[in-house]
């Protein structure tokens, strides 16, 4: 059964941060060393002078490519301005990579954030949302979790009248190993709130989908 627990913000045997600096800890030797393992377990000589520092390079790597599991999105989305503004917000074409929980590849692509805002006259800042796509990216992720994740994030934080979240992916699970089908595009929703109006939505996906 999928998990849709959110991960913590902490790992055990904290040892560095991030490199962005938000907060949060990574194992980098426990990654180092796994690594090695793997290139030995291939067939690989993790000796050899070009593998010598790969292990490193990895675990420097998955640091920034997981640095999500550490981040919180409630802080990011705290950052809100007094403006009135009763019809959607959309900021669409957000690209991003983030890695198939199943094969550890990255699955990337465009990630479309729209809300209708609360009606306390608030909003947020247009790049928190190309942020708050970027923490529930940088993790372990399916498509499916990752979209409504956003959506229900959005919902928990900004109170919007109602939100949307489309996610267009290829993932790389399916284009270079498995069924090889490179090209193959994956979209998935999520919808909250008022944006369940068949008019409302209808208005939505024609400026996420009017290119
Ligand atoms: N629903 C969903 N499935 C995903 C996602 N990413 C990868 N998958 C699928 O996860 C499935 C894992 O299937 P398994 O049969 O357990 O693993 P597998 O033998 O490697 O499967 P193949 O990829 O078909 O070779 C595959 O069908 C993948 O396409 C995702 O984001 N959402
Ligand atoms: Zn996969």
Do not use: W
């Not at 990574?26 to 990654?31: F, G, S, V």
């Not at 705290?78 to 690209?95: A, C, N, Q, R, Y």
């Amino acid at each position: 059964m999928t998990n849709f627990d959110e991960p913590h913000f902490t790992a055990p045997a904290a040892q560095a941060s991030p490199p962005d600096g938000h907060g949060g800890h990574m194992d980098l030797p426990r990654i180092e060393a796994a690594v090695r393992e793997i290139l030995l377990a291939v067939g690989e000589d993790p000796d050899r002078s070009g593998l010598m520092d790969t292990p490193k390079r990895v675990a420097k790597a998955y640091a920034e490519v997981f640095a999500g599991l550490h981040q919180d999105p409630g802080e990011v989305l705290g950052t809100t301005f007094d403006i009135s503004h009763e019809e959607m917000v959309l900021v669409k074409d957000i690209p991003f990579y983030s890695t198939c929980e199943h094969h550890l590849v990255p699955f990337h692509g465009s990630a479309h954030v729209g809300y209708i805002p609360s009606s306390d006259g608030r909003v947020t800042g247009l790049s928190k949302l190309a942020r708050l796509v970027d923490i529930y990216a940088k993790r372990p992720q399916v498509q499916e979790r990752l979209t409504s994740q956003i959506a229900d994030s959005l919902v928990a934080h900004l109170k919007p009248r109602g939100a949307i979240v489309v996610i267009e992916c290829e993932h790389m699970c399916m284009s270079m190993r498995g069924v090889r089908k490179p090209g193959a595009k994956t979209v998935t929703s999520a919808v909250r709130g008022l944006l369940h109006e068949p008019a409302t939505r209808a208005e939505a996906m024609s400026l996420i989908l009017g290119r």
